[in-house]
């Protein structure tokens, strides 16, 4: 029985450490600067702290790891041409 404590013991350990690492990169990617819509006019900002709720970005979402398919939802200007 000691050993199936000190198993889950451990897993729940290593369980810990993980997600502590998941919060600390989406931590780093909500610090990551703002990024203006380079479209004349537009006047939108990407902030990772704030994502796109929108458009099912959640916070955290560093403007690299937008979806491919991901545009300005102010004036639809594609990821790629940012």
């Known amino acids: 029985m000691l050993l ?4 889950r013991r451990g897993l729940l ?3 810990a450490a993980a997600l502590g690492v998941v919060a600390l990169r989406r931590q780093a990617r909500a610090d990551e600067p703002s990024r203006d ?6 006047g939108w ?3 990772p702290a ?3 709720p929108d458009h ?9 790891d937008l979806p ?3 545009a300005c ?3 639809g200007r594609i990821k790629d041409l940012w």
């Open 13 to 15: 350990a290593l369980l």
């Open 68 to 70: 491919d398919d991901w």
């Open 37 to 42: 819509c380079p479209t004349r006019d537009c």
């Open 45 to 47: 900002v990407y902030d």
């Open 50 to 52: 704030i994502g796109d």
């Open 56 to 64: 099912g970005v959640p916070p955290g979402v560093a403007f690299a």
């Open 4 to 7: 199936v404590t000190d198993t």
């Open 73 to 75: 939802p102010n004036c």
